[in-house]
């Protein structure tokens, strides 16, 4: 099936065997994994340049809510200019727009900032990394996008014993497993809409353009984090120029990773994707260690054994026969 509006968009054959390329969906998923990952001490550092307690949700919602919206301006702009267009949605977007907006931006970030502030940190870690499972979970059971498959799961078994060992504070014996509804149970709730945002973004990138769906879920879901944090009494109170160019940073990494993840999942099964969201917090762990001080944090061998069961759980899902696999899956849904 061909997408509604392909006149406005449409991915070259070399482009595509770029993306669903073994070394070329490896460096792309790469690329976006090293960004999100630092996104992780951005935040933090963030929250001390706008000067946000870390138990202010509001002003965290208003924060993250700006952000997302730089990035979907951002988005809108250089791909405008890129293609010597307006990246401007028809009527026949704009319920994709809202739907991917609700999970992928707003929902999961929402749900992300309420339970933060009453969930322990590494708990948190290891329940956001279960949004690989889930994502290939629904696609195959819920969405009907692919087949579940041993393989799968093994390698996603791979890749979340990396995330767990990444988080461990020094011992097995030393890491305990917290869950509290309001904690816990909303990040819980916002891995579910990373999940489904993943499998809507296989679908939607059908009949839609994939970075246009981007760029514009951001701006509406960017509208609706802000509304939150201004109706919670949020504020933002930048100290300075570096403020400004962090938050710049921040969206930037929204803008890009976002973008070409999106087309990433739009010529590829989920599942092979979505393993290799298992480095996002193992890139996440170093650059916190790096940029925030924290090498105390940091055993060298739990940190490269967590990495090799990452790249294991990423190399057993696209092992020989799953590339074909995955793209006989995506000629059958379109």
Same mark, same amino acid.
């Given at each position: 099936?061909?997408?509604?509006?392909?006149?406005?968009?449409?991915?070259?054959?070399?482009?595509?065997?770029?993306?669903?390329?073994?070394?070329?969906?490896?460096?792309?998923?790469?690329?976006?994994?090293?960004?999100?990952?630092?996104?992780?001490?951005?935040?933090?550092?963030?929250?001390? @340049?706008?000067?946000?307690?870390?138990?202010?949700?509001?002003?965290?919602?208003? #924060?993250? =809510?700006?952000?997302?919206?730089?990035?979907?301006?951002?988005?809108?702009? *250089?791909?405008?200019?890129?293609?010597?267009?307006?990246? !401007?949605?028809?009527?026949?977007?704009?319920?994709?727009?809202c739907l991917?907006?609700?999970?992928?931006?707003?929902?999961?970030?929402?749900?992300?900032?309420?339970?933060?502030?009453?969930?322990?940190?590494?708990?948190?870690?290891?329940?956001?990394?279960? !949004?690989?499972?889930?994502?290939?979970? @629904?696609?195959?059971?819920? #969405?009907?996008?692919?087949?579940?498959?041993?393989?799968?799961?093994?390698?996603?078994? %791979?890749?979340? +014993?990396?995330?767990?060992?990444?988080?461990?504070?020094?011992?097995?014996?030393? *890491?305990?497993?917290?869950?509290?509804?309001? =904690?816990?149970?909303?990040?819980?709730?916002?891995?579910?809409?990373? !999940?489904?945002?993943?499998? %809507?973004?296989?679908?939607?990138s059908k009949?839609?353009?994939?970075? %246009? %769906? $981007?760029?514009?879920?951001?701006?509406?879901?960017?509208?609706? /984090?802000?509304?939150?944090?201004?109706?919670?009494?949020?504020?933002?109170?930048?100290?300075?120029?570096?403020?400004?160019?962090? /938050?710049?940073?921040?969206?930037?990494? $929204?803008? !890009?990773?976002?973008?070409?993840?999106?087309?990433?999942?739009?010529?590829?099964?989920?599942?092979? &994707?979505?393993?290799?969201? #298992? @480095?996002?917090?193992? #890139?996440? *762990?170093? /650059?916190?260690?790096?940029?925030?001080?924290?090498?105390?944090?940091?055993?060298p061998v739990?940190? &490269?054994?967590?990495?090799?069961?990452? $790249?294991?759980? &990423?190399?057993?899902?696209?092992?020989?026969? +799953?590339?074909?696999?995955?793209?006989?899956?995506?000629?059958?849904?379109?």
């Amino acid at each position: 099936m061909a997408r509604e509006d392909s006149a406005v968009f449409h991915m070259g054959e070399r482009q595509e065997r770029l993306l669903t390329s073994t070394w070329g969906a490896l460096l792309a998923a790469a690329f976006c994994c090293l960004l999100w990952g630092s996104a992780f001490p951005c935040i933090k550092i963030g929250y001390a @340049l706008f000067d946000i307690a870390g138990t202010d949700t509001a002003s965290q919602m208003l #924060f993250a =809510g700006t952000r997302f919206l730089l990035a979907g301006a951002m988005v809108i702009v *250089f791909v405008s200019i890129a293609r010597r267009r307006p990246l !401007a949605p028809k009527r026949t977007d704009v319920g994709a727009i809202c739907l991917l907006a609700l999970f992928q931006t707003f929902g999961q970030y929402a749900f992300f900032y309420l339970g933060l502030a009453h969930a322990a940190g590494t708990t948190s870690s290891v329940i956001e990394a279960s !949004a690989n499972f889930f994502a290939i979970l @629904l696609s195959a059971l819920a #969405f009907r996008q692919e087949r579940l498959t041993g393989r799968k799961v093994a390698g996603c078994l %791979l890749g979340f +014993a990396g995330v767990v060992l990444i988080n461990l504070g020094g011992s097995l014996g030393n *890491f305990s497993f917290s869950f509290s509804p309001d =904690g816990e149970g909303m990040i819980l709730l916002s891995t579910l809409c990373s !999940a489904t945002s993943s499998c %809507l973004i296989q679908r939607l990138s059908k009949r839609h353009d994939p970075v %246009l %769906l $981007s760029g514009w879920q951001f701006v509406v879901g960017g509208l609706g /984090l802000m509304a939150m944090g201004v109706a919670g009494g949020g504020t933002l109170s930048p100290t300075g120029p570096s403020a400004i160019a962090l /938050l710049a940073y921040m969206a930037f990494i $929204s803008a !890009a990773a976002y973008s070409v993840w999106s087309l990433l999942l739009s010529v590829n099964s989920v599942s092979r &994707i979505s393993v290799y969201g #298992f @480095l996002n917090p193992v #890139f996440g *762990f170093v /650059l916190s260690a790096v940029l925030l001080g924290e090498y105390q944090l940091v055993d060298p061998v739990r940190s &490269i054994c967590a990495l090799v069961l990452v $790249s294991a759980g &990423i190399v057993v899902v696209n092992r020989v026969g +799953a590339k074909t696999e995955g793209s006989s899956e995506a000629r059958r849904a379109n």
